[in-house]
């Protein structure tokens, strides 16, 4: 600010109203600070008026990975409601190290950013749940928010806020499509024991085996990763040990990928055979064929509430912390009646 008073040939003092912009000054010498602004390159100090409190802190989106498609379209609501309220969006991936988790929040802290959105699955044991009220607490001292998007809420206490959508629902949702299809044998691709997200689809799929009276048969309830290759496995491995089935529901559409890839190797037709369905709705799943019938997560919406929650709170009543955001079974041609 020195080197563009003595370009311009005025105090520094008259360099800081010129770009504040909260004093008057002739259009004379703002012509001339803003020429020297431009030929010295001049960036104004983001961090020194973040401290004063007189800029708009950055709206941080911290998640396990950047590719997934899923995860890619949380990031695009976060970054959208963001710029529309004239925020700068910063996003980092923990690739699920806990530690870098640690670190990224501590960076953003530093960074003074207005809300740090934390995405993804988790087990919420005791340790998690003292980990991530850590974080509430910290980010809640130095003026910032910290949102669990699509992640489990924390007991009572922490200030945070939750955005999640209905995993039980879009379960339920899911296996009594089948069901009323007349699947009576559904072989259930779910998440890892304990996982939030898994736990909560189980429940679901439960719920519609007893709404419909079929019993639940542990045998056909696979837990494992979410991944094409574990679908895969799950699938080839369940057909090798002669498990009887007629459906699929697969806890994510990538599970449901790998999942058709090992009945079509073992010479199965889907639909005509066993049919599948999938839960998220990425955008390649209308591609497929079959195209997959699946229940689709709002996650671009995710991400804009999550925004939108945290730096609206000031005017909200108390007791809008949680939302949970509604799941819909999306039709297409990978059922078929029994």
Do not use: W
């Not at 012509?31 to 960036?43: D, G, K, P, T």
């Not at 800029?55 to 995860?71: F, H, K, N, Y």
């Not at 073992?266 to 195209?291: K, Q």
Request: charged share 25%; hydrophobic share 40%.
């Amino acid at each position: 600010m020195r080197d563009v008073a003595e370009k311009a040939g005025v105090s520094v003092a008259t360099v800081s109203r010129t770009l504040a912009g909260n004093y008057p000054v002739s259009k004379e010498t703002r012509a001339r600070v803003m020429a020297a602004v431009e030929s010295l390159h001049y960036v104004v100090n983001v961090h020194a008026k973040a401290l004063s409190g007189r800029v708009a802190g950055p709206v941080a989106l911290v998640i396990p990975d950047i590719t997934g498609p899923s995860l890619a379209h949380v990031a695009a609501g976060v970054e959208q409601e963001a710029a529309l309220r004239g925020r700068l969006s910063l996003v980092c991936a923990t690739h699920d190290d806990a530690g870098r988790e640690d670190d990224l929040v501590q960076l953003m802290r530093e960074q003074h950013a207005a809300a740090v959105v934390l995405v993804g699955g988790g087990v919420p044991d005791d340790a998690y749940r003292e980990r991530i009220s850590g974080y509430a607490k910290a980010l809640d001292a130095a003026g910032s928010r910290l949102v669990l998007c699509g992640r489990a809420p924390l007991p009572e206490g922490p200030p945070a806020t939750v955005v999640e959508y209905d995993n039980r629902g879009g379960a339920f949702q899911a296996t009594a499509h089948l069901l009323t299809a007349g699947h009576r044998r559904v072989l259930h691709l779910g998440g890892e024991p304990g996982l939030h997200s898994g736990e909560q689809r189980r429940a679901g799929h439960q719920d519609a085996l007893r709404a419909h009276g079929v019993p639940y048969d542990e045998e056909l309830d696979v837990p494992g990763s979410y991944t094409r290759t574990s679908g895969y496995l799950r699938t080839r491995d369940a057909l090798r040990a002669g498990l009887e089935f007629t459906a699929v529901f697969a806890a994510t559409d990538v599970v449901a990928f790998g999942a058709l890839a090992a009945l079509r190797e073992a010479g199965i037709d889907v639909p005509g055979e066993v049919s599948l369905v999938g839960f998220d709705d990425v955008p390649f799943a209308s591609d497929l064929t079959p195209s997959l019938t699946t229940v689709r997560v709002p996650y671009e919406e995710l991400g804009r509430t999550s925004v939108r929650l945290a730096l609206d709170r000031e005017e909200r009543v108390a007791g809008d912390d949680h939302v949970i955001l509604s799941t819909q079974l999306v039709v297409r041609q990978s059922v078929r009646p029994r």
